[in-house]
């Protein structure tokens, strides 16, 4: 009696084990996959004189080097501005706000902020910021700010809470004000937060596209920073939806795909490796 | 005996909840005062009333008079700062900002306005020499303070309260995370301080208290059932509950 039970049971174990393996092989080879179709596909395309140049329809050359440089702008524009933004409302949450009703509403209201679809953002960016400026890297760079300020500001916060009570409560048995405390004791011990922020944000706005197909605009002009973000351009990823799509380039489209691809893997690197080297400094 | 620091009818609430009850002590001058009693019986409370460390927690009501130097340190005018410059205070866990052993003195110097790198020098040197840890860390001042040892790191935590110049330092069983050998050191050091400061001293260890205090205070259930002179409480207890907790029959 006791024999065919076992055999089917053991026979159902192998069965659930093959078929997790599966899985796991499937969700491997799709990353692989893709991984080496973009760069297979990409690299082949990334040439000096397409990193270098801007387009031209006269000669029918592209160039991305203005996409470049419009990514790099709106990096450092959203960065400026939310920074201090959402470092600053981290630390009012966390330091100075008494109502810890009023604060567990703001941070949830963060938490949905941060899961909102981005084309939305792009709806109220281009309403909010483009139609009274213009299209610019600026509206673009704004509609991010929103974007990322939830990032920045959550990020800061949890950092700011594993600073330990005790160091706050020797620097005011000094008798320092509330201020001087969080700037000595407070804020360099989260600095590592602050950092993650960033770096976590930088990935966010490479990766963006649909926000900013609604604020930045398409131009491919080589500009400097200020010009630049007063004029509509186009970012890498962007870029890569306008050749790929309007003009059926898709060497260029994967060569700039291939360039995102390696700077995300770069900026997961530098995430873990912050992560990392403060984690053995606490210790 | 002068008191420096005189206590009237202090009650304090946490919320609904009454910790303290009707205080009323005279904190004698220049000398060390005990507070003893079994956990939660208030005695850190009470500490950290004195220097009004108890804003920090929300939800704190106090009533009651208490006047340092003769002024009601709860006074509009009074600036906390000023009031905490005067009161230092140890913490019961060595708790050294994870800066270099030198920054960590001149915190509070700094933080009352001291710049001048010659005056911060001699303070520093003076805080470490009077805290007993001078010759233990002189050629390291530029280390982080985290690196030395738990008994060390308490000793420089008191030479950063005496940098500010304080003329009361509060301490809040500032050995109970120590092992033996740093906490006789602390306690040598303790009555060497007596010399010049005013100290409160919260102690789970009744030796201590014995070895160390000219006064003891002992508490019961947020109630200070018992003041005098350390020898007289100790050796002839005037109410039964202060006898029971001495000897050791609870607590």
């Given at each position: 009696?006791?024999?065919?039970?076992?055999?089917?049971?053991?026979i159902?174990?192998?069965?659930?084990?093959a078929?997790?393996?599966?899985?796991?092989?499937?969700?491997a080879?799709?990353?692989?996959?893709?991984?080496v179709?973009?760069?297979?596909?990409?690299?082949?395309?990334?040439?000096?004189?397409?990193?270098?140049?801007?387009?031209?329809?006269?000669?029918?050359?592209?160039?991305?080097?203005?996409?470049?440089?419009?990514?790099?702008?709106?990096?450092?524009?959203?960065?400026v501005?939310?920074?201090?933004?959402?470092?600053?409302?981290?630390?009012?949450?966390?330091?100075?706000a008494?109502?810890q009703?009023?604060v567990s509403?703001?941070?949830y209201?963060?938490?949905i902020?941060?899961?909102?679809?981005?084309?939305?953002?792009?709806?109220v960016?281009?309403l909010?910021?483009?139609?009274?400026?213009?299209t610019c890297?600026?509206?673009?760079?704004?509609?991010l700010?929103?974007?990322?300020?939830?990032?920045?500001m959550?990020?800061?916060q949890?950092?700011?809470?594993?600073?330990?009570r005790?160091?706050?409560?020797?620097?005011?048995?000094?008798?320092?004000?509330?201020w001087?405390?969080?700037r000595?004791?407070?804020?360099?011990?989260?600095?590592d937060?602050?950092?993650?922020?960033?770096?976590?944000?930088?990935g966010?706005?490479?990766?963006?596209?649909?926000?900013?197909?609604?604020?930045?605009?398409?131009?491919?002009?080589?500009?400097g920073?200020?010009e630049?973000?007063?004029?509509?351009?186009a970012?890498?990823?962007?870029?890569?939806?306008?050749?790929?799509?309007?003009?059926?380039?898709?060497?260029v489209?994967?060569?700039?795909?291939?360039?995102?691809?390696?700077?995300?893997?770069?900026?997961?690197?530098?995430?873990?490796?912050?992560q990392?080297?403060?984690?053995k400094?606490?210790? | 005996?002068?008191?420096?620091?005189?206590?009237?009818?202090?009650?304090?609430?946490?919320?609904?909840?009454?910790a303290?009850?009707?205080?009323?002590?005279?904190?004698p001058?220049?000398?060390?005062?005990?507070?003893?009693?079994?956990?939660?019986?208030g005695?850190?409370?009470?500490?950290?009333?004195?220097n009004?460390?108890?804003?920090?927690i929300?939800?704190?009501?106090?009533?009651?008079?208490?006047?340092?130097k003769?002024?009601?340190?709860f006074?509009?005018?009074?600036?906390?700062?000023?009031?905490?410059?005067?009161?230092?205070?140890?913490?019961?866990?060595?708790?050294?900002?994870?800066?270099s052993?030198?920054?960590?003195?001149?915190?509070?110097?700094?933080t009352?306005?001291i710049?001048?790198k010659?005056?911060l020098?001699?303070?520093?040197?003076?805080?470490l020499?009077?805290?007993?840890?001078?010759d233990?860390?002189?050629?390291?001042?530029?280390?982080?303070?985290?690196?030395?040892?738990?008994?060390q790191?308490?000793?420089?935590?008191?030479?950063r309260?005496?940098?500010?110049?304080?003329?009361?330092?509060?301490?809040?069983?500032?050995?109970?995370?120590l092992?033996?050998?740093?906490?006789?050191?602390?306690?040598?050091?303790?009555?060497?301080?007596?010399?010049?400061?005013?100290i409160?001293i919260v102690?789970?260890?009744?030796?201590?208290?014995v070895r160390?205090?000219?006064?003891t205070?002992?508490?019961?259930?947020?109630?200070?059932?018992?003041?005098?002179?350390?020898?007289?409480?100790f050796?002839?207890?005037?109410?039964?509950?202060t006898?029971d907790?001495?000897t050791?029959?609870?607590?």
């Amino acid at each position: 009696m006791k024999q065919p039970l076992s055999k089917k049971r053991k026979i159902y174990e192998v069965l659930m084990k093959a078929l997790m393996l599966l899985a796991v092989g499937l969700t491997a080879a799709l990353v692989l996959f893709l991984l080496v179709y973009v760069i297979v596909k990409g690299v082949p395309n990334i040439t000096w004189e397409l990193l270098s140049t801007k387009p031209s329809y006269l000669t029918g050359r592209i160039g991305i080097l203005p996409d470049i440089l419009n990514t790099l702008y709106i990096v450092i524009a959203t960065l400026v501005i939310v920074l201090p933004l959402g470092v600053g409302a981290a630390i009012y949450l966390t330091e100075y706000a008494s109502n810890q009703r009023i604060v567990s509403i703001i941070e949830y209201a963060a938490e949905i902020l941060s899961g909102i679809p981005s084309i939305i953002y792009g709806l109220v960016g281009m309403l909010l910021f483009s139609n009274n400026m213009s299209t610019c890297l600026m509206a673009g760079a704004l509609t991010l700010v929103i974007m990322n300020l939830p990032t920045i500001m959550r990020t800061t916060q949890e950092s700011l809470k594993t600073v330990p009570r005790s160091y706050r409560e020797g620097a005011f048995g000094l008798g320092a004000g509330k201020w001087r405390v969080v700037r000595t004791v407070v804020l360099p011990g989260c600095v590592d937060g602050v950092i993650t922020g960033c770096i976590l944000s930088v990935g966010r706005i490479l990766g963006e596209s649909a926000a900013l197909l609604f604020t930045a605009g398409f131009a491919h002009a080589v500009n400097g920073i200020i010009e630049g973000l007063a004029s509509p351009g186009a970012t890498l990823t962007v870029a890569l939806y306008v050749y790929a799509k309007e003009q059926g380039e898709f060497g260029v489209a994967f060569a700039i795909a291939a360039i995102l691809m390696v700077l995300t893997i770069l900026i997961n690197f530098a995430t873990t490796t912050v992560q990392k080297k403060f984690a053995k400094k606490r210790s | 005996m002068n008191s420096i620091i005189s206590v009237k009818d202090m009650c304090l609430w946490y919320g609904d909840h009454q910790a303290l009850k009707n205080l009323n002590v005279e904190i004698p001058e220049k000398s060390i005062t005990a507070l003893i009693g079994p956990s939660g019986c208030g005695k850190s409370t009470f500490l950290k009333t004195l220097n009004r460390m108890n804003d920090l927690i929300p939800g704190v009501r106090i009533t009651g008079d208490i006047r340092y130097k003769g002024a009601d340190i709860f006074d509009k005018e009074v600036d906390v700062s000023n009031l905490r410059k005067e009161i230092g205070m140890v913490f019961q866990n060595p708790n050294p900002f994870p800066m270099s052993i030198y920054n960590n003195v001149a915190y509070g110097p700094r933080t009352h306005g001291i710049t001048n790198k010659v005056q911060l020098d001699e303070i520093v040197e003076r805080a470490l020499r009077d805290a007993a840890i001078w010759d233990e860390v002189k050629d390291r001042l530029k280390k982080n303070a985290l690196g030395i040892s738990g008994g060390q790191q308490q000793r420089l935590c008191i030479a950063r309260a005496l940098a500010v110049q304080p003329t009361v330092l509060l301490m809040d069983e500032p050995t109970s995370a120590l092992d033996p050998i740093s906490t006789s050191r602390i306690e040598e050091l303790i009555l060497e301080l007596k010399e010049k400061y005013t100290i409160v001293i919260v102690t789970h260890n009744m030796q201590q208290a014995v070895r160390v205090s000219d006064y003891t205070a002992f508490f019961l259930l947020g109630e200070l059932v018992e003041f005098g002179r350390t020898e007289d409480i100790f050796s002839q207890p005037m109410d039964k509950r202060t006898e029971d907790y001495i000897t050791g029959r609870f607590g």
